[in-house]
């Protein structure tokens, strides 16, 4: 039975959170709109229609989490800052309600000697500043360095370990390309700019960090798939080069200077000329202390000429009847293994974390109880992938659990279970799953 020990006594053990998901009070207490809450509002585009204006309540409830995140054994907290609730329109004036709020869980934290770990941006971007272009405009990049200046003076004595992004490409991609997620824009005349922005973002986060927090330990995340051919074709091949463009290497390049992969694919080389994207190479570097790698599954591809741009299709676990999760993420830990490979290869990256991973599956609440029997299995084949890595000595220095508690699973609502504790929604009881306990032995040995 592999347990934490096995990965020696350096390695950091935590779980993750993002604001949207789990916070609520979504319109109280001087927060101001997020474009999650306009989008879920109006898209019709979640499933059930559910609406993370109350989520799992953690704004109230931030004392009875942690002490469960303690209870579990976790070393570190990884918990978002949502923009709009201390800068109610993104930029100029503060909320002191919601600076005390993240003062008041990360004091909480301190004194049950658990490490907080913020993320600067997971994905609730004002709506003040959507309705200026968002992502998409140039005035956001001002509009992002003089949130995090604020949140590093704010904080910045306290909370040491930072990510500036997560997921770029997620985000970027699903909001700003095909509409699914908020903003709910489309095409690549909003993708590209949306790219370019995030990828400044990125390092201008970084750089304002290293000069405003004293030993700060600076990193960003990518979300990360092994992108695999779905037969040796010429054609399908290529297909997995583009895609591997677009899901791996668009946001880690950029941030070692080394530009867009625009030698991989013309459609970037195409974006880099009507973008002058070079011109700011220079500028969308940064020296990482280390990478957040966030990986749950990986992508099987095929050639497929309908499909605009990337002309690439996925052939789904399902169809090739591979275990799979209640999201259809193909379960397959010698994937995850060769995708923290793929990424350590850049000579740059020093240190990685992973950052996020779990799994959804249909639990149900039986006599009290939450048998999740896959969700073990599937921690127990990816944590030996990594142990196996680790042991290859490849820099893997912490692993944090995709998450705490069911939560606002963004356009699936509350229909995709991914905690370590189950969510009533109706009644907000938390239950500890039997995945739950399953960590707290892991980590305990
Ligand atoms: C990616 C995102 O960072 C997180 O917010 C999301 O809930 C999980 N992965 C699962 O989809």
């Known amino acids: 039975m592999i347990k934490a020990s096995d990965f020696g006594p350096n390695f950091t053990w935590g779980v993750a959170t993002a604001a949207p998901q789990i916070e609520g009070a979504a319109s109280q207490y001087g927060k101001g709109p997020s474009i999650w809450d306009t989008f879920a509002s109006r898209s019709g585009k979640i499933k059930n229609n559910h609406q993370p204006d109350r989520a799992c309540d953690f704004y109230h409830r931030y004392r009875e989490d942690l002490a469960l995140v303690k209870l579990l054994g976790f070393k570190v907290f990884r918990f978002s800052i949502a923009w709009s609730r201390i800068l109610p329109n993104g930029i100029g004036a503060t909320n002191q309600q919601g600076i005390s709020f993240y003062h008041q869980v990360i004091d909480e934290c301190l004194a049950l000697q658990i490490t907080p770990y913020i993320t600067l941006y997971h994905w609730d971007l004002p709506q003040a500043l959507e309705n200026d272009g968002g992502w998409t405009s140039f005035s956001i990049n001002a509009a992002f360095n003089a949130f995090v200046k604020l ?37 690549l005349s909003n993708f590209f700019p949306a790219v370019l922005h995030t990828a400044l973002a990125q390092a201008d986060g970084g750089h304002i960090l290293r000069s405003e927090v004293k030993n700060a330990n600076i990193g960003t995340t990518y979300s990360c798939s092994e992108i695999l051919p779905y037969t040796q074709s010429d054609n399908d091949l290529l297909a997995a080069k583009r895609v591997d463009c677009l899901m791996n290497r668009l946001f880690v390049e950029p941030a070692q200077g080394l530009g867009f992969p625009t030698a991989d694919w013309e459609m970037l080389e195409k974006f880099q000329m009507e973008y002058g994207t070079w011109r700011f190479n220079n500028r969308m570097k940064f020296d990482f202390d280390f990478i957040g790698l966030q990986s749950y599954f990986p992508l099987t591809v095929k050639y497929n000429p309908f499909i605009p741009v990337i002309q690439a299709w996925e052939v789904k676990a399902k169809s090739r009847k591979k275990p799979h999760t209640a999201m259809g993420w193909e379960v397959n830990a010698d994937s995850f293994y060769n995708i923290i490979k793929q990424f350590s290869s850049y000579p740059q990256v020093k240190n990685i974390v992973i950052t996020e991973n779990g799994a959804a599956y249909r639990d149900h609440l039986a006599t009290g109880n939450v048998v999740d029997a896959e969700r073990i299995k599937y921690f127990e084949l990816y944590l030996a992938a990594l142990l196996k890595v680790k042991n290859e000595g490849i820099n893997v220095t912490g692993y944090m659990v995709w998450t705490l508690m069911d939560n606002f699973e963004w356009a699936e609502g509350y229909n995709a279970r991914f905690g370590l504790i189950h969510t009533d929604f109706a009644t907000l009881k938390r239950t500890i799953k039997y995945s739950g306990y399953w960590w707290q032995e892991f980590l305990r040995a």
């Open 151 to 187: 949140c590093a003076l704010e904080y910045g004595d306290k909370v040491k370990n930072w990510l500036i992004l997560n997921e770029p490409f997620g985000f970027t991609s699903l909001g700003y390309m095909l509409g699914v997620h908020a903003p709910g824009k489309t095409g």
